[in-house]
């Protein structure tokens, strides 16, 4: 089977179960919105689950992406007898790193959450700051289930098994949901973090049968093995950098504590709108760079930079060809989309108004956060963990700037707007950094194939103009369920459009895309 076609299979299981995942994901938050709206039970919570899930990119998924696959795949191609015992030494050391990380955050609880949401300590409410002490305390221990569980992915990946660990997070929202529904009323947010901590537990459990199948067992770890101190070097990098995003995300959390100039409700706001902007991040983005990590690392380790080179233009114009036509669909409706899925309980009009806004800027930057996480993807498998990290610095301070220009006239929409300018300007850095490293990767034809993408997602978009004044407008005041079903509708609508309007412009990506669902 060709690597292409391994490459959209694996991206179509990432992919599938991930839609799982995050349809699960929204029913979540439906039910955190019902309950809390954009009041303090929501944004003590926010902000309590938002520590320990920054924390995980450090010693979670970040290091599974950056700096495991890599050495797992090279390991497992050239010394496969000491696969296991490097797994296992990986993870005897990351458990000692998550118990005193653990135990370190819930003993400092009180600054952490004063340095990332500073104006909680002055708010109007004084249950606020209290409440988001408490839980942050309580969902600490999380980022040990959660990091454990992005290890067993890293191993996995590293096999080319993705079922496990893409299906895993579901299990996280079902915890989260069943905990909602049933034990909201009696212990308010505290229901939440337990469900996070079970559904955490949960998401370790279920990736291990699936490991036991390929091989693993726990063995003698070898601390002295030399792939541990390159998983160390290739990690320190990384480990700045995600110091570095950390900053930027506290910075997009300190100001939105700031209710005098965003007004209230931000943190809320940010939290449902980035929600919702993940959605197809995740489940295309996400899941073929996902995908694309250890199939780049095994081209890497042969010396195949030419095959190395197709891989990642198929891979950016494939990924166009969808996150395009779902750019434009998400900022022609945003409204209606937050106002349709969120409005109900206590998220009122006002809940929607900002939460629109947020996703309206976060929508433009949709698919240059999806070429960053590509492009990165590719320095970690060449086993470069540097020049990501000294591009983001520099994203990271263009957002801070470009965040403190926009948050006065745009209130919270300002901050996502300056998110997505840095997140492109990122990746046109990380594009140029990567041709100098590898060398051309046809750009006109990319260019071509995305302009043709483009023009298709253009003419979607005026459909979809047309029908939003034409029927969601004019049906406000039915009931959710039918509104829910004109926005179905609409979205059967403009996919059909831009289908036509693709194979009207011959686009092969599309004509590839309805050839490989077709088989």
């Given amino acids: 089977m060709s690597t292409h076609r391994l490459l959209a299979q694996s991206t179509g299981t990432i992919g599938f179960f991930t839609g799982i995942s995050r349809v699960l994901g929204f029913i979540r938050d439906l039910v955190i919105a019902a309950a809390f709206g954009t009041g303090v039970g929501a944004e003590a919570f926010v902000v309590s689950f938002k520590i320990p899930n920054l924390l995980r990119d450090l010693v979670g998924e970040g290091a599974a992406n950056s700096a495991l696959v890599p050495v797992l795949t090279e390991t497992r191609e050239k010394k496969s007898g000491e696969f296991w015992t ?4 990986l993870f005897y050391l ?7 990380l653990c135990v370190l955050g819930i003993l400092f609880a009180p600054a952490v959450v004063k340095l990332i949401a500073p104006g909680f300590v002055s708010s109007a409410d004084p249950d606020k700051y209290p409440l988001t002490v408490s839980l942050t305390r309580l969902l600490f221990p999380y980022i040990f289930l959660i990091s454990l569980s992005a290890l067993a992915m890293g191993v996995l990946n590293s096999l080319k098994e993705f079922t496990a660990s893409a299906l895993g997070p579901a299990l996280l929202n079902l915890s989260m949901i069943t905990a909602g529904v049933f034990f909201e009323k009696t212990y308010g947010p505290y229901a939440l973090a337990g469900g996070a901590l079970v559904g955490g537990a949960l998401q370790v459990l279920f990736q291990g049968p699936a490991l036991i199948a390929k091989g693993f067992k726990l063995t003698r770890p070898s601390f002295r093995h030399p792939a541990i101190s390159r998983v160390g070097k290739l990690l320190l990098p990384r480990a700045f950098g995600s110091a570095i995003y950390q900053i930027n995300v506290f910075v997009d959390s300190i100001l939105a504590s700031f209710e005098t100039i965003v007004g209230p409700g931000g943190q809320s706001a940010l939290y449902y709108s980035n929600r919702l902007f993940q959605l197809p991040l995740a489940i295309f983005g ?3 760079a996902q995908a694309l990590l250890p199939a780049f690392s095994s081209q890497v380790v042969n010396g195949q930079t030419r095959e190395m080179k197709e891989t990642l233009s198929v891979a950016l114009t494939s990924l166009g060809a969808v996150i395009i036509p ?14 349709i899925i969120f409005e109900h309980g206590r998220f009122d009009a006002h809940s929607t108004s900002i939460t629109s806004s947020a996703l309206f800027f976060y929508a433009f930057g949709l698919l240059s956060c999806c070429f960053v996480k590509i492009f990165a993807n590719a320095f970690y498998a060449m086993q470069d963990t540097r020049t990501p990290v000294k591009i983001m610095a520099v994203a990271v301070l263009m957002n801070v700037v470009l965040s403190l220009l926009f948050m006065r006239s745009l209130g919270i929409g300002g901050l996502t707007l300056a998110s997505t300018l840095s997140a492109t300007a990122n990746a046109v850095l990380l594009y140029h950094a990567l041709r100098k490293k590898i060398g051309a990767i046809d750009e006109k034809g990319i260019a071509l194939a995305l302009g043709k993408i483009l023009a298709a997602s253009i003419a979607m978009g005026a459909i979809c103009v047309g029908y939003d004044h034409a029927v969601l407008q004019n049906h406000l005041s039915d009931s959710r369920l039918w509104q829910s079903f004109y926005l179905a509708s609409g979205l059967v609508t403009a996919v059909l459009v831009y289908v036509a309007a693709a194979l009207a412009v011959k686009s092969e990506e599309v004509k590839k895309a309805l050839s490989w669902a077709k088989n």
């Fill in 326 to 339: 779902a750019s434009v669909g998400l900022i022609v409706w945003t409204e209606p989309i937050v106002r």
């Fill in 286 to 288: 996400l899941s073929l």
């Fill in 94 to 100: 990351l458990s000692a790193i998550l118990l005193a």
């Fill in 86 to 89: 490097l797994v296992s030494t």
